[in-house]
């Protein structure tokens, strides 16, 4: 043997311990590809159900936000009539104040002054 074939017979040993060390980290990266797609493949399957879940309970949360819509809709309604009630009630008030009050007023001051003067009367009696 030649030095030409003793170097080229270290050469192909050298290339296939290259090969060899290289196998076990390639097949293990493998393995590792396979959990890997075994993971995303689950998840796929288990995120389907759960989003179907989560689309009905939107779609129910949604039907309830359209009746609170409806309901404080309502609610502002009834508030403006009150305060129309309330207003009407003080002008009401202000007007039989106005009307009746100074003669009620008036009436109640003479038939209490007419009480006195005939309890003293009656006293002096």
């Known amino acids: 043997m030649s030095v030409g074939e003793i170097a080229g017979l270290i050469a192909a040993m050298a290339a296939v311990a290259l090969v060899g060390f ?31 879940e989560l689309k009905g309970t939107v779609t129910a949360t949604n039907d309830e936000l359209g009746k609170l819509s409806l309901v404080t809709n309502d609610l502002a309604k009834v508030s403006a009539n009150a305060s129309i009630v309330t207003e009407n009630a003080a002008q009401l008030s202000t007007v039989f104040s106005a009307t009746l009050g100074g003669p009620l007023i008036k009436t109640a001051a003479f038939t209490y002054g007419l009480r006195q003067a005939v309890s003293a009367k009656r006293k002096a009696k």
């Open 22 to 52: 290289s196998a076990v980290p390639l097949l293990k990266l493998g393995r590792v590809l396979e959990e890997t797609r075994l993971a995303v493949r689950d998840i796929g399957h288990n995120t389907v159900p759960i989003l179907v």
